[in-house]
């Protein structure tokens, strides 16, 4: 059998790079049978060796000139867009994620769920709907599969059956084989959400601008601030919006499992997890990144979520000297929020006491900014709480931000407003002493 393409995905895109929706459209509409024989045509036409060392638009363009010749040559009378939809699918098919591409190169679509060959779900505008793109074959599906990993230096079977990987386009993957999956191979990929200004945010409903200028003035004046909200909720894209307002002259370290964080600042230093290898060395933790980084003289430490360990190394950071750090974490309320930031610190190899541990909690967090995804896909802010129980034995908050949701009617769409309560007045002399005074909440309409 010949040997088969293993290079990395792209989306479908025109030779010049950029992505090509309408070329999508017709490769979708492209017979899987005519698909499979032209790919087996031009895997056997092309040097491998020599192909993989170019540059991936030179290996696009020179498999579609191949192709080309070979539709001329081979091929059944095809209109121009049929012609034109088979070279480009087949060439999908042979360099990059074949059947998914036309969905990675969708922007509508932040995740993308494959459960087996011939099922394939979608998260579009915030809806899961299914998809029409499917699988040939299990065969195929594992072939796709083995591409994803084998870029990034990772294996993926029976005695391996998990594995995460990113794309090389940053698209992050978790993959999970029988027997594990009972049904066949699953695989889940997380497009990064395009970064989003705070004032888009206001616009899309997810806070009113009274809020808005609260976080910004909580930001600036150094407050530690923890987003907090269930899976697909938003967090990420809100802490990308929040970390705006860090001011242009300060030193920023972003730690990531991946990267997704797409800071505008220009003194900023990213740094990524890495798992282990095949043979299991390598491992590089959320958590000796971000003792690392108390070594880099950072103004502030954003980190995209704590999730073990690290988040005792964070709120000691907190604590001393590294205030208006940012993070998120996955909790469904703001008192959920501290409970899993204290069940998280105690997992760290520090044998400290459980009142020990609440403490650093208590006086290293400032605001709990909670998201919440409704049943018609839109993310809000439902709480911003701010905590007041500094130094107490219990938690407790003032609210600064709520949201009163309506009654869901037939349509199921949520309705409601944004309502900003009286600032404490501690709060405010907070900000004030930073430079950040805060107008009072004025009482327009905050519906959405």
């Known amino acids: 059998m010949k040997e088969r393409a293993t290079f990395s995905a792209t989306s479908i895109r025109t030779t010049d790079g950029e992505p090509n929706a309408e070329l999508s459209a017709v490769a979708e509409e492209t017979d899987d049978a005519l698909v499979a024989d032209f790919r087996e045509r031009l895997l056997s036409e092309i040097d491998l060796p020599e192909l993989s060392k170019l540059e991936l638009p030179q290996r696009r363009a020179r498999l579609e000139r191949v192709m080309t010749h070979l539709v001329a040559s081979h091929g059944p009378l095809l209109s121009s867009r049929e012609r034109t939809g088979l070279i480009r699918r087949v060439v999908a ?130 407050l530690n601030i923890i987003v907090s909200g269930g899976t697909g909720s938003g967090k990420t894209t809100l802490l990308n919006s929040l970390s705006s307002y860090i001011p242009e002259r300060e030193r920023i370290v972003t730690i990531e499992d991946a990267a997704e964080l797409s800071l505008q600042q220009t003194h900023v230093i990213r740094l990524e997890s890495r798992p282990a290898n095949v043979e299991g060395k390598g491992l590089v933790s959320i958590r000796d990144l971000v003792r690392n980084s108390l070594r880099m003289r950072p103004d502030r430490i954003v980190v995209g979520e704590v999730r073990g360990g690290e988040t005792m190394d964070m709120l000691s950071a907190m604590n001393t000297g590294h205030e208006g750090s940012l993070t998120t974490i996955h909790a469904n309320s703001p008192e959920e929020a501290l409970s899993r930031a204290e069940t998280l610190a105690s997992m760290s190899d520090l044998d400290l006491p459980f009142a020990a541990v609440r403490e650093q909690v208590n006086n290293a967090i400032d605001l709990i900014v909670q998201l919440e995804r409704g049943p018609d896909g839109s993310r809000r802010v439902t709480d911003v709480a701010l905590v007041s129980s500094k130094g107490r034995a219990e938690y407790e908050f003032e609210r600064i931000t709520t949201f009163e949701a309506e009654p869901i009617g037939a349509d199921r769409i949520v309705r409601g407003r944004h309502v900003t309560h009286t600032l404490p007045a501690h709060f405010v002399r907070r900000l004030e002493l930073a430079g950040q005074p805060v107008t009072p909440p004025q009482s327009d309409d905050n519906r959405v």
Do not use: C, W
């Open 93 to 222: 098919e042979a360099l990059g994620l074949g059947v998914l591409e036309p969905l990675l190169a969708d922007d509508a679509i932040t995740e993308i769920m494959v459960n087996g060959p011939d099922q394939i779900y979608v998260e579009r505008l915030g809806r899961i709907e299914q998809a029409k793109e499917r699988f040939v074959s299990t065969e195929q599906l594992l072939q796709t599969i083995d591409r994803i990993v084998s870029t990034v230096n990772r294996r993926v079977d029976e005695s391996s059956p998990m594995v995460d990987a990113r794309l090389r386009t940053g698209e992050r993957v978790n993959v999970i084989l029988p027997p594990l999956a009972l049904d066949g191979p699953v695989v889940t990929i997380r497009k990064f959400p395009r970064p989003f200004t705070m004032e888009q945010l206001v616009s899309a409903g997810t806070l009113n601008s009274q809020t808005a200028h609260i976080l910004a003035a909580a930001v600036r004046a150094k």
